[in-house]
């Protein structure tokens, strides 16, 4: 009975981690390649769909805001005010979102003449429809672990991927930066996915862990963290397996301290006339000289009395801001911007604009394109590999080899693994307990599964 170097026993693990991980993650790796690759180009794809709402041949005037809403409210009965886009240029529809029975809709309303040009719900709308696909599967909750399980295997295939193929005295450039061409077909393939890995690895690491904060788990752990080590001083920005997350305490104590502070200095000026119009067309007028970058949203007090929130939804989040007004005056009462975020929030903001294709323009774009796809190239070659290389009635896991490769080191990167990403520890447990505790004792799926050599 032969003896296994130092290591090898790892080793020959991490290279069965790698294969089920490849196995797991191709499906999720081409499907969110495709609907991720679809949604950075959002922007150019909804000017186009709403093309025939932004060139309304109209001279007449505009009419108010709250004329506009009041508009939007008698298309859809029983519905009230959740947000009114400001208009990025004239002759563009206004965009009025109005909910009602938990359901968000978007009317498009002529400034001019207030006829309703199109109702939708927000839900139906081609974007967040996709955005829903791409990061829940349509499944909520449920879809958004999925996604996340493929996630953080798609990064333990990537890093085991590197370690495994890390040139190891090979004389010149070929099988590394790019595919040898005269070697075969089994060779090619083999290349192919060594190489397109070795190129996309670095972009896509940085993909994978900017969209991770959406995710339910490792989202809701980055909320806990902050909380703990008090690093919190706004609430996060970005839905958590696709919702919003739980309101931060400190935060909206914060905001109530700031939005009563300004409201005792407009105290006294509330017993004089109150300007022309509602409360909206009021706050309107009044943000915007702020010049928010656009989409701005004008969200209506929670409570009567309370603040008018005004805020900028750009995708580019470097670029966002918020404001509260008093509707009654139509002064401004507090003002927040991205620089004044905590560094851990700006980070990941940076981080999710980059994700979405927004925070360089087209060049974001193409890069995360180029990233999607070469991603989707990694996982078609491996299973082309796999396919080609598979024993006839096995799964086909690599055979156990007899090197060994830096045991203690690859102990250490999987436990920082496991703690990075915690659904990622979990499932890795249970994948060892299944494997020493059952699939060792059962002998057929023991040797369908590669484990009985090791």
């Given at each position: 009975?032969?003896?296994?170097?130092?290591?090898?026993?790892?080793?020959?693990?991490?290279?069965?981690?790698h294969?089920?991980?490849?196995?797991?993650?191709?499906?999720?790796?081409?499907w969110?390649?495709?609907?991720?690759s679809?949604?950075?180009?959002?922007?150019q794809v909804?000017?186009?769909?709403?093309?025939?709402?932004?060139?309304?041949?109209?001279?007449?005037?505009?009419?108010?805001?709250?004329?506009?809403v009041?508009?939007?409210?008698?298309?859809?009965?029983?519905?009230?005010?959740?947000?009114?886009?400001?208009?990025?240029?004239?002759?563009?529809?206004?965009?009025?979102?109005?909910?009602?029975?938990?359901?968000?809709?978007?009317?498009?309303?002529?400034?001019?003449?207030?006829?309703?040009?199109?109702?939708?719900?927000e839900?139906?709308?081609?974007?967040?429809?996709?955005?829903?696909?791409?990061?829940?599967?349509?499944?909520?909750?449920?879809g958004?672990?999925?996604?996340?399980?493929a996630?953080?295997?798609?990064?333990?295939?990537?890093?085991?991927?590197?370690?495994?193929?890390?040139?190891?005295?090979?004389?010149?450039?070929?099988?590394?930066?790019?595919?040898?061409?005269?070697?075969?077909?089994?060779?090619?393939?083999?290349?192919?996915?060594?190489?397109?890995g070795?190129?996309?690895?670095?972009?896509?690491?940085?993909?994978?862990?900017?969209?991770?904060?959406?995710?339910?788990?490792?989202?809701?752990?980055?909320?806990?963290?902050?909380?703990?080590?008090?690093?919190s001083?706004?609430?996060?920005?970005?839905?958590?397996?696709?919702?919003?997350?739980?309101?931060?305490?400190?935060?909206?104590?914060?905001?109530?301290?700031?939005?009563?502070?300004?409201?005792?200095?407009?105290?006294?000026?509330?017993?004089?006339?109150?300007?022309?119009?509602?409360?909206?067309?009021?706050?309107v007028?009044?943000?915007?000289?702020?010049?928010?970058?656009?989409?701005?949203?004008?969200?209506p007090?929670?409570?009567?009395?309370?603040?008018?929130?005004v805020?900028?939804?750009?995708?580019?989040?470097?670029?966002?801001?918020?404001?509260?007004?008093?509707?009654?005056?139509?002064?401004?009462?507090?003002?927040?911007?991205?620089?004044?975020?905590?560094?851990?929030?700006?980070?990941?903001g940076?981080?999710?604009?980059?994700?979405?294709?927004?925070?360089?323009?087209?060049?974001?774009?193409?890069?995360?394109?180029?990233?999607?796809?070469?991603?989707?190239?990694?996982?078609?070659?491996?299973?082309?590999?796999?396919?080609?290389?598979?024993?006839?009635?096995?799964?086909?896991?690599?055979?156990?080899?007899?090197?060994?490769?830096?045991?203690?080191?690859?102990?250490?990167?999987?436990?920082?693994?496991?703690?990075?990403?915690?659904?990622?520890?979990?499932?890795?447990?249970?994948?060892?307990?299944?494997?020493?505790?059952?699939?060792?004792?059962?002998?057929?799926?023991?040797?369908?599964?590669?484990?009985?050599?090791?």
């Amino acid at each position: 009975m032969s003896v296994l170097a130092p290591g090898t026993r790892w080793y020959n693990t991490v290279w069965r981690w790698h294969f089920y991980a490849g196995l797991l993650c191709i499906p999720f790796v081409l499907w969110l390649a495709l609907t991720g690759s679809l949604y950075l180009w959002r922007p150019q794809v909804e000017a186009w769909l709403d093309q025939r709402f932004d060139h309304l041949a109209t001279s007449a005037p505009a009419r108010s805001p709250d004329a506009q809403v009041a508009a939007a409210l008698r298309a859809v009965p029983g519905a009230s005010l959740r947000s009114y886009v400001l208009p990025d240029a004239p002759g563009h529809a206004v965009r009025v979102i109005v909910t009602s029975g938990g359901v968000d809709t978007r009317v498009y309303v002529d400034p001019a003449t207030l006829a309703v040009l199109h109702v939708a719900p927000e839900a139906t709308r081609l974007f967040p429809l996709l955005s829903r696909l791409h990061g829940e599967l349509l499944a909520g909750t449920i879809g958004s672990g999925i996604v996340e399980i493929a996630a953080c295997w798609a990064v333990t295939m990537l890093l085991t991927g590197l370690y495994l193929w890390w040139p190891r005295a090979r004389r010149g450039l070929g099988g590394v930066l790019y595919p040898r061409l005269r070697g075969g077909k089994r060779l090619f393939w083999r290349d192919l996915h060594a190489t397109a890995g070795i190129w996309v690895s670095l972009f896509a690491l940085g993909l994978i862990g900017t969209g991770l904060p959406w995710a339910n788990v490792w989202g809701s752990y980055l909320v806990e963290i902050r909380a703990l080590t008090g690093t919190s001083n706004g609430p996060v920005d970005w839905t958590i397996g696709g919702k919003p997350p739980k309101p931060d305490p400190a935060a909206d104590l914060h905001a109530d301290h700031a939005g009563m502070a300004g409201m005792a200095g407009m105290m006294a000026q509330r017993s004089a006339a109150a300007p022309p119009g509602g409360d909206l067309t009021r706050v309107v007028r009044a943000a915007q000289p702020l010049a928010l970058a656009p989409p701005v949203l004008v969200a209506p007090p929670k409570t009567p009395g309370a603040p008018w929130k005004v805020s900028s939804d750009a995708a580019d989040r470097p670029l966002r801001a918020e404001a509260t007004f008093d509707g009654a005056t139509g002064q401004i009462l507090h003002r927040s911007d991205f620089t004044e975020r905590h560094w851990i929030d700006r980070l990941i903001g940076y981080g999710i604009a980059a994700h979405e294709g927004a925070l360089f323009g087209v060049a974001n774009q193409i890069a995360g394109t180029l990233t999607a796809l070469l991603l989707a190239l990694l996982a078609g070659s491996g299973a082309v590999l796999w396919w080609h290389r598979r024993p006839v009635g096995l799964l086909g896991a690599p055979i156990p080899l007899t090197r060994p490769r830096y045991g203690p080191v690859l102990i250490g990167g999987i436990v920082a693994l496991g703690l990075s990403m915690p659904l990622f520890g979990a499932t890795l447990l249970l994948v060892l307990a299944v494997e020493r505790l059952v699939l060792r004792n059962l002998r057929r799926p023991k040797r369908w599964l590669g484990l009985s050599l090791v």
